[in-house]
């Protein structure tokens, strides 16, 4: 199993930054892949970013809505991976979630909320 602890969250005026972090229970050596993943209100769960556990950093992809502006990365040695988010707009606004792919199974966080005011 694996929990995943996310912080970071908060109230940011359009144009600001914030970074979100997920702390994994275990080295996120041995989990396949980490991603955030957000909720709108009234809106379906949508992918963010997802980073993979392969060499050099592993690879990368995000939502098309958010490429230029949010950066996913980890930290090996913390079991954390970031979501660095830039030019943030209203409609960044929602809970975001971690997701770990692991044993053939994906574990959820909890959820920090992001609220973006215009």
């Known amino acids: 199993q694996v929990q995943l602890v996310e912080s970071g969250g908060g109230l940011v005026q359009a144009g600001g930054s914030l970074r979100l972090s997920c702390a994994a229970s275990r080295t996120i050596f041995s989990i396949n892949a980490m991603g955030w993943y957000r909720q709108a209100p009234g809106k379906q769960r949508e992918l963010v970013a997802r980073i993979t556990s392969g060499g050099s950093g592993g690879s990368t992809n995000y939502a098309e809505s958010v490429k230029g502006r949010f950066t996913i990365s980890r930290d090996n040695a913390k079991n954390t991976v970031y979501l660095q988010m830039n030019s943030l707009k209203p409609e960044d606004t929602a809970v975001y979630y971690c997701?770990?792919?692991?044993?053939?199974?994906?574990?959820w966080g909890k959820g920090t909320l992001v609220t973006v005011s215009s």
């Open positions: 997701n770990a792919e692991a044993d053939i199974m994906r574990y």
